[in-house]
């Protein structure tokens, strides 16, 4: 938008050295090659997460199995104290 009618608008376009064809597709397989790394690492740490996880649940069956035989123990003796 020209405000000053009088002043004529004019700008000078830059152009920007463009890399070597050969170079951008280096470039480009330098970044995928980054991105795969980076998401083989995420998978890595994801299934170590996921061990973790079925150990903790493991061993939270196992509490709960004991609980389990403890409660019923429990409950005998009441039974056999109530008649």
């Known amino acids: ?4 009618p009088e002043l004529p608008v004019s ?8 890399p070597d ?7 480009a397989l330098r970044s995928l090659a980054a991105a795969l790394e980076t998401q083989r ?3 890595a ?6 061990q973790s996880l079925k150990s903790a649940v493991g061993d939270l069956g196992t509490s709960m199995a004991t ?7 429990l409950n005998e003796k009441v039974q056999a104290i109530n008649g």
């Open 1 to 4: 938008m020209n405000l000053s």
């Open 11 to 18: 700008a000078e376009v830059v152009a920007f050295p463009a």
């Open 21 to 27: 064809p050969s170079m951008r597709l280096t470039m």
């Open 41 to 43: 690492l995420a998978v």
């Open 45 to 50: 740490d994801f299934r170590a997460s996921l």
């Open 67 to 73: 609980y389990q035989k403890r409660v019923d123990a």
